[in-house]
């Protein structure tokens, strides 16, 4: 079974910083998926950022980028130029597939308040 | 059109009552999952269908009954629920269940359920 380990249950960032949150994984699989989902307030998740495990580049979407380090099986989410609107529960997600589908394991989350 | 869109928001009930989740969707998806959300905690996964047949029940007791009536809609009924069954309630869609990054879930606004 695979687990997903979000070691920073709070963390607080000031505006237009930057912020690093951890996740680490354990899986036996070799082939698989990673993505961060935020779930603010409004508690709709919302997809952050995907990478593919047998992509050694890391991804990026605009102010997000990951660090994806396969033999260390960790995978950290940094947001720059922190804004308002990051505030919210991040969860780190590990995703891989079976014949009768894909399956999502989550990790406990880690709550991001960006301040003023 | 890429949302997923859950009914009701709220949904407050007895431990007799007999109630029902609606969760659609218009994104030509081929795969739907229901989620349970406990405050403070990842989603947790219930069911999946895909092609509107069953493929994964996560152990969930017979008192939550999915239902896939087409490819774009999906319920979840409920009877007899107990207190500690209060939670959101998440709906995903995606693509298919085959391997591949194209088959990330995307989430719905969810359902906040309060049993008394």
């Known amino acids: 079974a695979q687990t997903v380990t979000q070691s920073q249950p709070e963390m607080s960032v000031q505006e237009a910083e930057t912020v690093t949150l951890s996740c680490t994984y354990d899986t036996s699989e070799s082939n698989y998926y990673l993505f961060w989902y935020k779930q603010p307030p409004s508690r709709q998740m919302i997809l952050v950022i995907r990478?593919?495990?047998?992509?050694?580049q890391n991804a990026t979407e605009n102010r997000f980028s990951v660090n994806f380090q396969k033999a260390a099986k960790s995978f950290s989410l940094k947001i720059s130029d922190s804004q308002l609107g990051d505030t919210a529960m991040y969860f780190c997600?590990?995703?891989?597939?079976?014949?009768?589908?894909?399956?999502?394991?989550f990790g406990g989350g880690t709550r991001l308040m960006v301040k003023p | 059109d890429t949302e997923v869109t859950q009914t009701p928001k709220h949904l407050v009930m007895g431990m007799t009552n007999k109630k029902s989740l609606k969760c659609e969707q218009h994104?030509?998806?081929?795969?739907m999952y229901w989620y349970k959300q406990k405050a403070k905690k990842p989603p947790e996964l219930m069911f999946v269908?895909?092609?509107?047949?069953?493929?994964i029940n996560e152990s969930v007791p017979s008192r939550f009954s999915p239902e896939c009536p087409n490819s774009s809609l999906l319920n979840l009924h409920l009877h007899a629920l107990q207190p500690e069954d209060s939670a959101l309630y998440l709906c995903?869609?995606?693509?298919?269940?085959?391997?591949?990054?194209?088959?990330?879930?995307?989430f719905g606004p969810g359902t906040r359920l309060t049993v008394l």
């Open positions: 997600a590990f995703m891989k597939h079976n014949n009768a589908g894909n399956m999502l394991t």
């Open positions: 269908y895909s092609y509107e047949k069953l493929s």
């Open positions: 994104m030509g998806h081929r795969a």
């Open positions: 990478q593919e495990a047998y992509k050694q």
């Open positions: 995903a869609s995606s693509q298919g269940v085959r391997r591949g990054i194209y088959n990330e879930q995307f």
